[in-house]
């Protein structure tokens, strides 16, 4: 990100149906693929948990990436700067009791607890991937609910055009945001129609487990079709507005990261290409997909703009 270059990694809403794949065929598959991740990167350990859930937009040959690199291999500056450093230095962050407020421009606001916003009974489980603007890559089983589920509760207004995201601001908890990395707290924001789009998600575990500190706890968002820089970790705010929210990375460096951040093989980061990608534990780069495979689901959102102004 700030820092970043490409890393040189040593170490339809609904699926179609010939992409679908039965349990037991991805588990057979899932096998098949750590032999193959052993001889070019880390293999699943033994105690690893097995993937779990749906696989939406996956291409044939998308595996999950192990446990250990989708845990070790992160970024989240409020715990660090280097990959490594959120899951060494969020070992003590206890995420619970949480509580989300939901404000701006809606009919029925409100302060919620976690379990209250996203009901334990509701969640469900999806493999997405994920894309990063640093040029890597990973295939991630997340748990969680999709996006549209809270914001249809909230009864946003008509006048409400977008969703800006805040992240926790607590820098005795979150001890990366006592340096000036980042103009803190962390913010997002999407369009209204694309944070209502059925492939928007709310993920609050992976893997089958509850969400790890370093992968956003206790809730965090995802959205497969953009650079994974959107998908803000640890949320206590939504906010509905009509003004386009301020993000992060685009108040840090506005020339690099802008708001729409769809994955654009086309469109050059000002300082490497987007044309390929290097999925982590493989060793040759693949070509890097429009909205990252998911095109067929959320170009129309985009319909008529210029994707290389509306980067
Ligand atoms: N959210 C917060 N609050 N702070 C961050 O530094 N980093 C972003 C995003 N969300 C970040 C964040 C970036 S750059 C990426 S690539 C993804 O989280 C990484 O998510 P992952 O750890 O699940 O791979």
Known sequence: MLIGRPVDVKSSEITPESL?????EWLASAAAGAVALSVFGPAARAQDP????????????????????????????EFGTDKSDPAQNSKNFKPLPWT??????????????????????????????????????????WRGIPLADVIKRAE????????AFTTLMDPSRM??????????????????????????FLATGLYGRTL?????APVRLVVPWKYGFKGIKSIVRMTFTDKQPKTAWNTQTPNEYGF????????????????????????????????????????????????KKNY
Not at 51 to 64: A, E, I, T, Y
Not at 156 to 163: G, I, M
Not at 283 to 306: E, I, K
């Open 20 to 24: 679908y794949v039965n349990r037991r």
């Open 50 to 77: 097995q993937p779990v859930g749906r696989p939406f937009g996956l291409q044939p040959d998308d595996k999950p990436t192990p446990w250990q690199d989708v845990t070790t291999y992160n970024n989240f500056y």
């Open 100 to 141: 989300i407020t939901v404000d701006g421009m809606a009919s029925k606001p409100g302060k919620f607890q976690l379990e209250d916003f996203i009901k334990p009974s509701t969640v469900e489980d999806r493999i997405y991937r994920h894309r990063c603007v640093e040029a890597w890559s990973m295939v991630i089983p």
């Open 156 to 163: 946003p207004l008509a006048s409400a055009k977008y969703v």
């Open 175 to 200: 001890p990366g945001q006592q340096l000036g990395v980042l103009d803190w707290p962390y913010t997002e924001g999407l369009r209204l129609d694309e944070a209502l789009h059925p492939l928007a």
């Open 212 to 216: 790890p500190n370093q992968n956003g």
């Open 260 to 307: 729409y951040s769809n994955v654009n093989p086309a469109v050059d980061h000002p300082r490497w290409s987007q044309a390929k990608e290097r999925r982590i534990g493989e060793f040759l780069r693949r070509p890097t997909l429009p909205f990252n495979g998911y095109a067929d689901q959320v170009a129309s959102l985009y319909a008529g703009m210029d994707l």
